[in-house]
């Protein structure tokens, strides 16, 4: 993950308190902010096993025993051929007045491969992440008081959303 991403998070987690976190995406290929969240459980949730991958699955097809209090999902989405499902069961992982912060590439962002970051290798799927269909997902699943953040350099798309409710 690049420093903007890891800024982004931290900005909007710092200071609150977790019980529990799922990551999506967690197979650290670059970097992750497992760190920023202290003494929370951590779930790691990856379609490949690898280094911070405690859970091998589609994010889309992940629900936790139990709801959480926040889902992170670094530059992930653009590349999961199911980004929408993915959102929608986002909503279903957390408890409500949970926390959804989300970091991916965004318009005008170049190709790059979730294997090892370089070029894209045969059959792997990407596509950029656009504000609107960003928006039309999260308000689909019911998220609440959204912000969408775009970056044009490095290209990002940025959002932190909540499910409505008081967690417990």
Not at 97 to 110: E, L
Not at 151 to 164: E, G, S
Request: charged letters at 25%.
């Amino acid at each position: 993950m690049h420093d903007e991403a890891m800024r982004w998070v931290a900005e909007h987690v710092t200071g609150r308190q977790f019980g529990t976190v799922v990551e999506l995406g967690s197979r650290d290929v670059n970097g992750n902010p497992r760190h920023l969240f202290g003494d929370a459980t951590y779930i790691g949730v990856d379609i490949a096993p690898g280094d911070g991958a405690d859970v091998v699955c589609d994010a889309a097809d992940y629900l936790p025993d139990v709801p959480v209090d926040c889902v992170v999902s670094t530059e992930m989405l653009e590349h999961s051929p199911r980004a929408r499902d993915t959102v929608l069961q986002v909503f279903k992982m957390l408890q409500p007045g949970g926390m959804f912060v989300m970091t991916a590439a965004g318009p005008g962002r170049a190709p790059h491969s979730a294997i090892d970051g370089k070029g894209l290798q045969d059959g792997e799927h990407y596509a950029n992440i656009e504000p609107a269909e960003l928006a039309a997902w999260l308000e689909e699943a019911g998220f609440v008081d959204c912000v969408i953040d775009v970056q044009p350099r490095p290209a990002d798309i940025r959002c932190v959303a909540f499910r409505p409710g008081a967690m417990g």
